[in-house]
C-alpha cells in the first residue's frame, strides 16, 4: 500500500512538473498588443503559410476561416474560387469552422498552438474581444483615403479600435420591423406600418385577439432590439468611458416598461425559447399569421419572402422611433491576425479588397440577403434589380443612416446573456419591475467590467 | 404438535397438468411421517400444499382439527426446512433464526432466550455473528433448521433437506433429526426421493407415484409386505425382483431371499455343473431356480450383490458368499415361502387361494 | 528478446497506458496548472495568481449556484429514478403480455439519444402549445395548481421551475435503464427465500424492505455510482435547451465550464471549474464507497 501511494506520488510529481515547464513554451506578447500601428514587430512565423517567395511559381497561399454554413458559405466558396482564378500570385484557402462562437473557439486554442489562419470572420462582439486584447492586425496603412470612404460609414464604425482599422465589414446586417400588410389593412391601419413606439403600440392593440391566440407584436428578448430601444430612447448601454453600465437608467426602464405593459394589456407576445430559438418563434408566428409585426434580422429577410411568398404580403420598415430613430448593426467582419508576416497580410488585404469590390460584394449581398458594405455597390444591376423587386431590401440599406452600436468591450457575450436573461425573467414574470430586472442586470455586468 | 389430513385433494396446474388427483390422507400426531417417491410425484406439492405455499384446486387440508385450506402459510403455525435452505444470505445467523419472531412481535428478551437455546440445539454458538456465506452446507442446513425449531410449530416439514449433503454429513444428520424428533416429539413430514432415507428415518412412510398414495405404513410392514409392484421394487436396495408370470400377474422375490443352489450361503465351494441340482438351503419341491451366468458384482463390504442372467431376466442376489465371478455359470434359486405374488393389475395377492389360482404350476417355466 | 519476454505485460499494456496519460491524465494535470494562471489564450497573457481566481469564484454567488444547481440535479435526479425504479421494477416482476409491453416501453427512452429527447421535451413542455400543459388542461389539474397560486405552469421558462423541469426530463430518459437493472437483479433472488418469509410471517411490505431491497443492494449500488455520475455530467439538454438560463437556475457545472472556457474565453475560470468539479465527483464517489460498500451485500 505504502508503495503504492509513493509511486502515485511520483507519477503525479512528474506530471505537474512537466505542466509547469510548459511555461517556458508562451509566445511573447504580441507586438500589437500596446499599439504599434507603423511597422510591426517581427511577427512568430505562422506555420499554416507556404514560403514566402513572391511572384514564384508557386502561388503564395493564405487560410481563411469562416463561420458561415449552407447557402451562405457556398455563396462565400464562389467568391473564393473566383478570386482564386482570376490570378495566380496568390491562393485563399476557405475553411468553415461552423458558426461564429465555435469558430472562435478553434481560434481561441489556435493562437495559444500557433496553428492559427491568416485571416478569419469574427462576429460583432468577437471583433471587440479579439481587438482589444491585440490580436488583429492594423489594416489601415494598406487602404487608402478614397478605399476607406467606400464603406458605409454605418457599417464600418465597430471596425475601428482605438483609431485602428482592425476589422473590415463585410456579412453584415441590421434589425428590422417585419410586417403583415394584409392583417394591417384588415385592421384599418396604416399600410405603412407604425413609424413610433406609440404607434406600435396602439396598431398592436388593434389587432391583438389573445383569445384566438393572436397577436400585434412580437419581439425576441434579444440584446440587439434591447440596445436598439434603449438608444430610441436616446440612452446607452455603457457610459462613455466604457467604465460604467448606463442601461438601467431612465431609457432602458422606459424601454422595459413599454414592453411589459404590452405583454400585460396582450398586445405584444414575448417568444419562448433561448437565443436563436426565439427568433425562429417570432418568425414562425409571423409566417402563420400569428402575429402581425416583428422584429428581425435583414439576414431573415430572403428566407421570410420565400415563406410568405403568395400568401400574404410581408414589408418592412424601420424600426419604429422612440425619442429618435436608432438601429445597431450585426453580422460579422473580415480580420487578419498581427502575429501573420507582413507578406500573409499584404495578401489578405489583396483579397478583402477584391471581397468588397462592388460587383463582388453586390453579388455575395444578392445570394445572402447580407446588407451590401461598399456604397457603390448599390449601383450595381443584380443589386438594383433586387431593390425594385423587393423594396424590403432597400429599407434596410436605408435604415443604415441611423445606426448606432456600443463600443467593443471585453466580455460583451457573457455580459449581454445577464441582460437577456433578467429581462426576459420580467416579460415572463410581470410582476417584476422595470427597475428590479435592470438593476439586477446591471449589478452583475458591473461585476464584470475589468 | 397436531396431526395433518389430506381431504379430497386435488392439484391442477396451469389448467392441464394434474399433479395431485383426490388424496386422502392422515398424518398421525407427534410422527416422523416420510413422504417418499420418484421425481414427480408429488411429494413436495402435496408438502407445499400442508405449508400453504401452493394453493389446492379441489378438497380441503386441515392441521390439528382447523382447516388451513385457506390460511396464509405464515398463520398455519408450521416450519419449513428447504432443499436449498433458503436462508437469508444478507443476515447474520442470529438475525435469520429470529426474523419469524420479530415478525410475530415477540419482545426482545425473549427472543434472546429462544435464540440461544436454538443455537445450542444446533450447535452454531460460535456462528452467531456471521453470514451465511462464511458457513459450509452443513452450518448452513442447520442454521435454517434453527430457524424452523425457533418457532416451535405443530408441525416441521422437510423437503429433501440432506440432498445437498455429502454423504457422511447426511447419515450424521439423519441421525440428529431423528433424535430431534423424539425429543420435541411435534409432528415431522419428511420428503425424499431416497428410500434409504425414508426406511431409516420414518416411523411411517407414505410412498407416492403419479399424485397417488401406493402404500403408507411402518418401514418393516412396507418392506415385508408391500401392497403393490411398484411398492415392492421400489423399497429395498435393490427393490424386489419381480416378473410377469404367464397367464397374467406377477410375483416377486427378495435379492436377500435368493441364493444360489448348491452352496450353503456361507461360499463354501462352487457347483460347476450350474444345472438342477438339489439346492442346499431348499428341497426340490421348496423351492424354484433358474441357471444363469454372473453378470455383474458388486462388493458391499459385508455382502456382495450379485446381477445373474436367467432366462426370467436379471435376477438381483444379495450374499454373504464372495465366491463367485464374473461370467461364472450358477443357478440362483428361491424358497417358495419366499415369493410374493401379484395380479394383472400389479396388486398384492395375499390369499393361499387365489395365489393357487394365479401361479399354481406355472412357475419355473 | 529476453527483455521482452520479462517485460512482456508492460510492454502490451504501453500503447494503452500512453493512450491514458496523453489524454487522460496530462489534461487533467494541466487543467490543475492553468487553473492557478490567469491566462489570456487570445493576448497569450499568463500570469500567476495562486489561488485567485479560486477566491474569486468561491465567492460568486453565480458560480455557488451553479455548483448547488449540479448538486440539487444529482440528488433529486438519483433519489427519484432509483426510487420510481425500484417501484416499477416489484410491479413489472410477473410475465405476462400487459407487463412485457410495459418493460419495452420503459425501456425506449435509454435508446434515443439525448439530443432527440431534450429537443422533444422542449416542445412537449412549451406552456403555450406543448403536450403537457394542454393534457393537464384537459384533466383539470391546472385548476388544481391554481390553488397553490400557479397560474400557469411555465415549465422551462421560469426559474423556480426550469431545473424540477430538467430532473423530470432527466428522470424520463434514465428511469428505463435503472428499472431493468433492478428486474434483472429481482429475478435473481430465489424464490424460495420468499417462502421462507411467508412462513416467517412476513408481510408483503416487511418482504419487500427486509429481503428485496438488501439482496438488491448490489445493483442499487451500481446504480448510484452510475446515475451520481452521469448526471454530473449533464451538457447537452442545457446547452441545447436553457444556456444555464432562466437567471442561472439550469446551469450546471460542465456547461458552466464549457461556456466560460469556449463562449467567454476566460480558459483559467473554465479550469478551476473543472477541478472543483472533479474533486466534488471523486468526493461522491469516495464517500459512497465508504459509507456505502459494507452495506451492500453480495451473494
Same mark, same amino acid.
Request: aromatic share 10%; glycine share 8%; with cysteine.
Given at each position: 500500500?505504502?508503495?503504492?501511494?509513493?509511486?502515485?506520488?511520483?507519477?503525479?510529481?512528474?506530471?505537474?512538473?512537466?505542466?509547469?515547464?510548459?511555461?517556458?513554451?508562451?509566445?511573447?506578447?504580441?507586438?500589437?498588443?500596446?499599439?504599434?500601428?507603423?511597422?510591426?514587430?517581427?511577427?512568430?512565423?505562422?506555420?499554416?503559410?507556404?514560403?514566402?517567395?513572391?511572384?514564384?511559381?508557386?502561388?503564395?497561399?493564405?487560410?481563411?476561416?469562416?463561420?458561415?454554413?449552407?447557402?451562405?458559405?457556398?455563396?462565400?466558396?464562389?467568391?473564393?474560387?473566383?478570386?482564386?482564378?482570376?490570378?495566380?500570385?496568390?491562393?485563399?484557402?476557405?475553411?468553415?469552422?461552423?458558426?461564429?462562437?465555435?469558430?472562435?473557439?478553434?481560434?481561441?486554442?489556435?493562437?495559444?498552438?500557433?496553428?492559427?489562419?491568416?485571416?478569419?470572420?469574427?462576429?460583432?462582439?468577437?471583433?471587440?474581444?479579439?481587438?482589444?486584447?491585440?490580436?488583429?492586425?492594423?489594416?489601415?496603412?494598406?487602404?487608402?483615403? $478614397?478605399?476607406?470612404?467606400?464603406?458605409?460609414?454605418?457599417?464600418?464604425?465597430?471596425?475601428?479600435?482605438?483609431?485602428?482599422?482592425?476589422? $473590415?465589414?463585410?456579412?453584415?446586417?441590421?434589425?428590422?420591423?417585419?410586417?403583415?400588410?394584409?392583417?394591417?389593412?384588415?385592421?384599418?391601419?396604416?399600410?405603412?406600418?407604425?413609424?413610433?413606439?406609440?404607434?406600435?403600440?396602439? %396598431?398592436? !392593440?388593434?389587432?391583438?385577439?389573445?383569445?384566438?391566440?393572436?397577436?400585434?407584436?412580437?419581439?425576441?428578448?434579444?440584446?440587439?432590439?434591447?440596445?436598439?430601444?434603449?438608444?430610441?430612447?436616446?440612452?446607452?448601454?455603457?457610459?462613455?468611458?466604457?467604465?460604467?453600465?448606463?442601461?438601467?437608467?431612465?431609457?432602458?426602464?422606459?424601454?422595459?416598461? %413599454?414592453?411589459?405593459?404590452?405583454?400585460?394589456?396582450?398586445?405584444?407576445?414575448?417568444?419562448?425559447?433561448?437565443?436563436?430559438?426565439?427568433?425562429?418563434?417570432?418568425?414562425?408566428?409571423?409566417?402563420?399569421?400569428?402575429?402581425?409585426?416583428?422584429?428581425?434580422?435583414?439576414?431573415?429577410?430572403?428566407?421570410?419572402?420565400?415563406?410568405?411568398?403568395?400568401? %400574404?404580403?410581408?414589408?418592412?420598415?424601420?424600426?419604429?422611433?422612440?425619442?429618435?430613430?436608432?438601429?445597431?448593426?450585426?453580422?460579422?467582419?473580415?480580420?487578419?491576425?498581427?502575429?501573420?508576416?507582413?507578406?500573409?497580410?499584404?495578401?489578405?488585404?489583396?483579397?478583402?479588397?477584391?471581397?468588397?469590390?462592388?460587383?463582388?460584394?453586390?453579388?455575395?449581398?444578392?445570394?445572402?440577403?447580407?446588407?451590401?458594405?461598399?456604397?457603390?455597390?448599390?449601383?450595381?444591376?443584380?443589386?438594383?434589380?433586387?431593390?425594385?423587386?423587393?423594396?424590403?431590401?432597400?429599407?434596410?440599406?436605408?435604415?443604415?443612416?441611423?445606426?448606432?452600436?456600443?463600443?467593443?468591450?471585453?466580455?460583451?457575450?457573457?455580459?449581454?446573456?445577464?441582460?437577456?436573461?433578467?429581462?426576459?425573467?420580467?416579460?415572463?414574470?410581470?410582476?417584476?419591475?422595470?427597475?428590479?430586472?435592470?438593476?439586477?442586470?446591471?449589478?452583475?455586468? !458591473?461585476?464584470?467590467?475589468? | 404438535?397436531?396431526?395433518?389430513?389430506?381431504?379430497?385433494?386435488?392439484?391442477?396446474?396451469?389448467?392441464?397438468?394434474?399433479?395431485?388427483?383426490?388424496?386422502?390422507?392422515?398424518?398421525?400426531?407427534?410422527?416422523?411421517?416420510?413422504?417418499?417417491?420418484?421425481?414427480?410425484?408429488?411429494?413436495?406439492?402435496?408438502?407445499?400444499?400442508?405449508?400453504?405455499?401452493?394453493?389446492?384446486?379441489?378438497?380441503?387440508?386441515?392441521?390439528?382439527?382447523?382447516?388451513?385450506?385457506?390460511?396464509?402459510?405464515?398463520?398455519?403455525?408450521?416450519?419449513?426446512?428447504?432443499?436449498?435452505?433458503?436462508?437469508?444470505?444478507?443476515?447474520?445467523?442470529?438475525?435469520?433464526?429470529?426474523?419469524?419472531?420479530?415478525?410475530?412481535?415477540?419482545?426482545?428478551?425473549?427472543?434472546?432466550?429462544?435464540?440461544?437455546?436454538?443455537?445450542?440445539?444446533?450447535?452454531?454458538?460460535?456462528?452467531?455473528?456471521?453470514?451465511?456465506?462464511?458457513?459450509?452446507?452443513?452450518?448452513?442446513?442447520?442454521?435454517?433448521?434453527?430457524?424452523?425449531?425457533?418457532?416451535?410449530?405443530?408441525?416441521?416439514?422437510?423437503?429433501?433437506?440432506?440432498?445437498?449433503?455429502?454423504?457422511?454429513?447426511?447419515?450424521?444428520?439423519?441421525?440428529?433429526?431423528?433424535?430431534?424428533?423424539?425429543?420435541?416429539?411435534?409432528?415431522?413430514?419428511?420428503?425424499?426421493?431416497?428410500?434409504?432415507?425414508?426406511?431409516?428415518?420414518?416411523?411411517?412412510?407414505?410412498?407416492?407415484?403419479?399424485?397417488?398414495?401406493?402404500?403408507?405404513?411402518?418401514?418393516?410392514?412396507?418392506?415385508?409386505?408391500?401392497?403393490?409392484?411398484?411398492?415392492?421394487?421400489?423399497?429395498?436396495?435393490?427393490?424386489?425382483?419381480?416378473?410377469?408370470?404367464?397367464?397374467?400377474?406377477?410375483?416377486?422375490?427378495?435379492?436377500?431371499?435368493?441364493?444360489?443352489?448348491?452352496?450353503?450361503?456361507?461360499?463354501?465351494?462352487?457347483?460347476?455343473?450350474?444345472?438342477?441340482?438339489?439346492?442346499?438351503?431348499?428341497?426340490?419341491?421348496?423351492?424354484?431356480?433358474?441357471?444363469?451366468?454372473?453378470?455383474?458384482?458388486?462388493?458391499?463390504?459385508?455382502?456382495?450383490?450379485?446381477?445373474?442372467?436367467?432366462?426370467?431376466?436379471?435376477?438381483?442376489?444379495?450374499?454373504?458368499?464372495?465366491?463367485?465371478?464374473?461370467?461364472?455359470?450358477?443357478?440362483?434359486?428361491?424358497?417358495?415361502?419366499?415369493?410374493?405374488?401379484?395380479?394383472?393389475?400389479?396388486?398384492?395377492?395375499?390369499?393361499?387361494?387365489?395365489?393357487?389360482?394365479?401361479?399354481?404350476?406355472?412357475?419355473?417355466? | 528478446?529476453?527483455?521482452?519476454?520479462?517485460?512482456?505485460?508492460?510492454?502490451?499494456?504501453?500503447?494503452?497506458?500512453?493512450?491514458?496519460?496523453?489524454?487522460?491524465?496530462?489534461?487533467?494535470?494541466?487543467?490543475?496548472?492553468?487553473?492557478?494562471?490567469?491566462?489570456?489564450?487570445?493576448?497569450?497573457?499568463?500570469?500567476?495568481?495562486?489561488?485567485?481566481?479560486?477566491?474569486?469564484?468561491?465567492?460568486?454567488?453565480?458560480?455557488?449556484?451553479?455548483?448547488?444547481?449540479?448538486?440539487?440535479?444529482?440528488?433529486?435526479?438519483?433519489?427519484?429514478?432509483?426510487?420510481?425504479?425500484?417501484?416499477?421494477?416489484?410491479?413489472?416482476?410477473?410475465?405476462?403480455?400487459?407487463?412485457?409491453?410495459?418493460?419495452?416501453?420503459?425501456?425506449?427512452?435509454?435508446?434515443?439519444?439525448?439530443?432527440?429527447?431534450?429537443?422533444?421535451?422542449?416542445?412537449?413542455?412549451?406552456?403555450?402549445?406543448?403536450?403537457?400543459?394542454?393534457?393537464?388542461?384537459?384533466?383539470?389539474?391546472?385548476?388544481?395548481?391554481?390553488?397553490?397560486?400557479?397560474?400557469?405552469?411555465?415549465?422551462?421558462?421560469?426559474?423556480?421551475?426550469?431545473?424540477?423541469?430538467?430532473?423530470?426530463?432527466?428522470?424520463?430518459?434514465?428511469?428505463?435503464?435503472?428499472?431493468?437493472?433492478?428486474?434483472?437483479?429481482?429475478?435473481?433472488?430465489?424464490?424460495?427465500?420468499?417462502?421462507?418469509?411467508?412462513?416467517?410471517?412476513?408481510?408483503?411490505?416487511?418482504?419487500?424492505?427486509?429481503?428485496?431491497?438488501?439482496?438488491?443492494?448490489?445493483?442499487?449500488?451500481?446504480?448510484?455510482?452510475?446515475?451520481?455520475?452521469?448526471?454530473?455530467?449533464?451538457?447537452?439538454?442545457?446547452?441545447?435547451?436553457?444556456?444555464?438560463?432562466?437567471?442561472?437556475?439550469?446551469?450546471?457545472?460542465?456547461?458552466?465550464?464549457?461556456?466560460?472556457?469556449?463562449?467567454?474565453?476566460?480558459?483559467?475560470?473554465?479550469?478551476?471549474?473543472?477541478?472543483?468539479?472533479?474533486?466534488?465527483?471523486?468526493?461522491?464517489?469516495?464517500?459512497?464507497?465508504?459509507?456505502?460498500?459494507?452495506?451492500?451485500?453480495?451473494?
Amino acid at each position: 500500500m505504502k508503495k503504492l501511494v509513493c509511486s502515485l506520488g511520483l507519477l503525479v510529481a512528474c506530471l505537474l512538473f512537466f505542466a509547469a515547464c510548459d511555461n517556458s513554451r508562451d509566445p511573447a506578447p504580441a507586438a500589437g498588443s500596446t499599439g504599434s500601428t507603423t511597422t510591426p514587430a517581427a511577427p512568430a512565423a505562422s506555420p499554416s503559410a507556404a514560403t514566402p517567395a513572391a511572384g514564384a511559381a508557386r502561388p503564395f497561399e493564405i487560410t481563411f476561416w469562416t463561420a458561415l454554413t449552407g447557402k451562405n458559405a457556398e455563396a462565400l466558396q464562389e467568391l473564393v474560387d473566383k478570386y482564386n482564378s482570376s490570378q495566380d500570385k496568390i491562393r485563399v484557402q476557405a475553411v468553415s469552422q461552423g458558426n461564429y462562437w465555435e469558430n472562435g473557439t478553434k481560434l481561441q486554442a489556435a493562437l495559444v498552438s500557433d496553428t492559427y489562419p491568416v485571416m478569419t470572420m469574427l462576429e460583432v462582439s468577437q471583433v471587440g474581444e479579439f481587438g482589444l486584447r491585440g490580436a488583429l492586425a492594423d489594416l489601415a496603412p494598406y487602404f487608402t483615403a $478614397v478605399e476607406r470612404a467606400r464603406f458605409v460609414d454605418g457599417l464600418v464604425k465597430q471596425g475601428v479600435m482605438d483609431g485602428k482599422f482592425v476589422a $473590415v465589414p463585410y456579412n453584415r446586417s441590421t434589425p428590422i420591423l417585419f410586417y403583415n400588410k394584409d392583417m394591417l389593412r384588415a385592421a384599418g391601419l396604416d399600410e405603412s406600418g407604425p413609424k413610433t413606439w406609440d404607434e406600435l403600440r396602439s %396598431f398592436s !392593440q388593434k389587432i391583438s385577439d389573445p383569445p384566438r391566440n393572436i397577436y400585434g407584436f412580437e419581439c425576441p428578448v434579444d440584446i440587439w432590439f434591447i440596445q436598439a430601444g434603449i438608444f430610441q430612447q436616446n440612452g446607452s448601454v455603457f457610459t462613455s468611458d466604457m467604465r460604467r453600465t448606463a442601461f438601467q437608467l431612465e431609457a432602458g426602464v422606459k424601454l422595459v416598461a %413599454f414592453w411589459q405593459d404590452m405583454v400585460k394589456e396582450g398586445s405584444m407576445k414575448a417568444p419562448l425559447g433561448q437565443d436563436y430559438n426565439s427568433w425562429d418563434v417570432a418568425m414562425d408566428d409571423l409566417v402563420t399569421q400569428k402575429v402581425a409585426m416583428i422584429f428581425s434580422s435583414t439576414a431573415d429577410l430572403t428566407g421570410l419572402i420565400e415563406a410568405t411568398d403568395g400568401h %400574404f404580403a410581408l414589408a418592412a420598415a424601420f424600426l419604429p422611433a422612440g425619442e429618435k430613430r436608432a438601429s445597431p448593426t450585426g453580422g460579422a467582419f473580415l480580420t487578419v491576425f498581427d502575429k501573420s508576416s507582413d507578406e500573409q497580410k499584404a495578401a489578405a488585404v489583396d483579397f478583402i479588397k477584391f471581397l468588397t469590390r462592388a460587383d463582388n460584394d453586390a453579388q455575395f449581398s444578392k445570394a445572402t440577403g447580407y446588407l451590401p458594405v461598399v456604397k457603390d455597390a448599390l449601383d450595381e444591376p443584380v443589386l438594383k434589380e433586387l431593390y425594385a423587386r423587393h423594396p424590403q431590401y432597400q429599407v434596410a440599406y436605408d435604415q443604415l443612416q441611423y445606426t448606432q452600436d456600443i463600443p467593443p468591450i471585453v466580455g460583451f457575450r457573457e455580459m449581454s446573456i445577464i441582460i437577456q436573461e433578467e429581462l426576459k425573467a420580467a416579460m415572463v414574470d410581470t410582476s417584476v419591475t422595470p427597475r428590479q430586472a435592470l438593476d439586477n442586470a446591471a449589478r452583475q455586468v !458591473q461585476n464584470l467590467i475589468k | 404438535m397436531a396431526s395433518i389430513e389430506f381431504r379430497g385433494v386435488v392439484k391442477v396446474y396451469d389448467k392441464k397438468n394434474l399433479v395431485i388427483d383426490d388424496l386422502n390422507l392422515l398424518i398421525e400426531d407427534g410422527s416422523f411421517t416420510v413422504l417418499v417417491g420418484p421425481s414427480g410425484c408429488g411429494k413436495t406439492t402435496a408438502l407445499r400444499i400442508i405449508a400453504g405455499l401452493e394453493e389446492v384446486t379441489k378438497g380441503s387440508v386441515l392441521i390439528g382439527d382447523e382447516d388451513v385450506t385457506k390460511k396464509e402459510p405464515g398463520d398455519r403455525d408450521v416450519a419449513m426446512v428447504f432443499q436449498n435452505y433458503a436462508i437469508y444470505p444478507h443476515m447474520t445467523v442470529k438475525e435469520n433464526i429470529e426474523f419469524g419472531l420479530v415478525n410475530a412481535k415477540v419482545p426482545k428478551a425473549e427472543r434472546e432466550v429462544v435464540v440461544a437455546a436454538v443455537l445450542k440445539q444446533v450447535g452454531l454458538e460460535r456462528h452467531v455473528d456471521e453470514k451465511p456465506s462464511k458457513l459450509s452446507g452443513g452450518q448452513r442446513q442447520r442454521v435454517a433448521l434453527a430457524r424452523a425449531i425457533s418457532k416451535k410449530p405443530r408441525v416441521f416439514l422437510m423437503d429433501e433437506p440432506l440432498s445437498n449433503l455429502d454423504a457422511k454429513l447426511r447419515n450424521q444428520m439423519r441421525r440428529e433429526l431423528v433424535e430431534l424428533h423424539n425429543k420435541l416429539k411435534t409432528t415431522f413430514v419428511f420428503v425424499t426421493h431416497d428410500q434409504i432415507e425414508a426406511m431409516t428415518m420414518g416411523d411411517c412412510i407414505v410412498i407416492m407415484c403419479d399424485g397417488r398414495i401406493r402404500q403408507k405404513g411402518a418401514p418393516q410392514r412396507v418392506y415385508n409386505d408391500p401392497d403393490n409392484v411398484f411398492v415392492a421394487r421400489f423399497i429395498g436396495d435393490p427393490g424386489m425382483n419381480v416378473y410377469p408370470m404367464e397367464g397374467g400377474g406377477f410375483f416377486g422375490f427378495r435379492p436377500r431371499k435368493v441364493g444360489f443352489a448348491g452352496s450353503g450361503d456361507n461360499g463354501a465351494g462352487v457347483d460347476a455343473s450350474g444345472d438342477d441340482g438339489p439346492a442346499d438351503n431348499a428341497s426340490g419341491d421348496d423351492a424354484v431356480s433358474w441357471p444363469g451366468r454372473v453378470a455383474a458384482k458388486e462388493i458391499l463390504g459385508s455382502e456382495v450383490l450379485y446381477c445373474v442372467k436367467t432366462k426370467l431376466g436379471d435376477v438381483m442376489l444379495k450374499t454373504s458368499s464372495a465366491g463367485r465371478g464374473m461370467d461364472d455359470l450358477a443357478t440362483v434359486s428361491v424358497p417358495r415361502k419366499n415369493l410374493v405374488f401379484f395380479d394383472q393389475n400389479e396388486d398384492r395377492v395375499r390369499d393361499e387361494n387365489e395365489i393357487r389360482r394365479l401361479a399354481g404350476g406355472r412357475l419355473g417355466a | 528478446m529476453r527483455f521482452f519476454r520479462s517485460h512482456a505485460a508492460l510492454l502490451f499494456l504501453l500503447p494503452a497506458l500512453a493512450g491514458i496519460l496523453i489524454f487522460i491524465i496530462y489534461p487533467i494535470a494541466y487543467s490543475f496548472h492553468i487553473s492557478f494562471f490567469d491566462w489570456d489564450m487570445i493576448s497569450g497573457k499568463k500570469t500567476f495568481v495562486g489561488f485567485g481566481r479560486y477566491e474569486h469564484l468561491l465567492g460568486d454567488p453565480k458560480f455557488i449556484q451553479v455548483i448547488v444547481n449540479t448538486v440539487v440535479y444529482m440528488f433529486s435526479m438519483v433519489a427519484v429514478t432509483v426510487a420510481l425504479a425500484l417501484f416499477l421494477a416489484a410491479w413489472l416482476n410477473k410475465s405476462s403480455l400487459v407487463h412485457n409491453l410495459a418493460q419495452t416501453a420503459i425501456f425506449t427512452p435509454h435508446i434515443v439519444s439525448t439530443i432527440s429527447v431534450v429537443l422533444l421535451w422542449m416542445w412537449v413542455m412549451n406552456p403555450d402549445i406543448g403536450l403537457l400543459n394542454y393534457v393537464m388542461e384537459k384533466m383539470g389539474v391546472d385548476r388544481l395548481l391554481a390553488l397553490f397560486g400557479i397560474k400557469k405552469m411555465m415549465w422551462l421558462e421560469s426559474r423556480t421551475t426550469a431545473l424540477f423541469s430538467f430532473i423530470v426530463i432527466g428522470v424520463w430518459k434514465t428511469l428505463g435503464y435503472n428499472t431493468l437493472v433492478l428486474l434483472a437483479g429481482m429475478q435473481s433472488i430465489p424464490g424460495q427465500i420468499y417462502e421462507g418469509a411467508a412462513l416467517d410471517k412476513a408481510s408483503s411490505l416487511r418482504k419487500f424492505y427486509k429481503i428485496t431491497v438488501p439482496l438488491l443492494s448490489p445493483s442499487l449500488f451500481f446504480l448510484l455510482i452510475v446515475n451520481v455520475t452521469s448526471s454530473f455530467q449533464t451538457f447537452e439538454s442545457v446547452n441545447v435547451i436553457s444556456k444555464g438560463g432562466p437567471l442561472n437556475s439550469t446551469n450546471m457545472m460542465v456547461h458552466w465550464i464549457y461556456q466560460t472556457g469556449f463562449e467567454f474565453y476566460r480558459i483559467s475560470d473554465s479550469s478551476v471549474g473543472s477541478v472543483l468539479l472533479l474533486l466534488i465527483i471523486g468526493l461522491a464517489t469516495y464517500s459512497n464507497f465508504r459509507l456505502l460498500s459494507n452495506k451492500v451485500h453480495y451473494q
